[in-house]
């Protein structure tokens, strides 16, 4: 079974079930929570920008990095947070990626596919996604 597989039958699994799971897996290989994930490329069935509604989860969609718009540091942890500009062909979204480590990975222009993220909320007509506890990306 490839990773492709493994992907989509975890995929299938109650929410909680993924939770243990990540859980489990970060107890055995700690890493930085949004850092770059190696999963399956898939195309069919990404959401589009204008379709993503506030309180969302488990959002997958591929942008182009637009811009970096600001760094800054959380006020409760200290850690390095960057707001990106993403955007496709339906609009464009705010993104907030935390960790230094996957702030240093991106880079305008590129493009970037967003696996297991949040929807927190909108600001000024523009939605604010989140990679979150288990969300992150994978540039592409």
């Given at each position: 079974m490839d990773i492709f597989e493994v992907y989509e039958k975890f995929k299938e699994?109650?929410?909680a079930e993924q939770i243990k799971l990540r859980d489990k897996i970060l107890e055995i290989h700690p890493t930085?929570?949004?850092?770059?994930?190696?999963?399956?490329?898939k195309e069919k069935g990404d959401?589009?920008?204008k379709d993503v509604k506030v309180g969302q989860?488990?959002?997958?969609?591929?942008?182009?990095?637009?811009?970096?718009?600001?760094?800054?540091?959380?006020?409760n942890t200290g850690d390095p947070v960057a707001i990106v500009r993403l955007e496709d062909q339906s609009g464009e979204c705010n993104l907030f990626v935390y960790g230094q480590e996957s702030i240093s990975k991106l880079k305008e222009g590129e493009t970037i596919r967003l696996i297991d993220c949040?929807?927190?909320?909108?600001?000024?007509?523009?939605?604010?996604?989140?990679?979150?506890k288990y969300g992150g990306f994978a540039l592409k």
């Open positions: 699994l109650p929410e930085e929570k949004s850092v770059e994930k190696e999963l399956p490329k959401l589009k920008i989860k488990k959002i997958e969609l591929v942008a182009k990095i637009k811009q970096i718009k600001d760094q800054f540091k959380n006020k949040f929807c927190s909320g909108e600001f000024q007509g523009d939605i604010d996604i989140t990679t979150g």
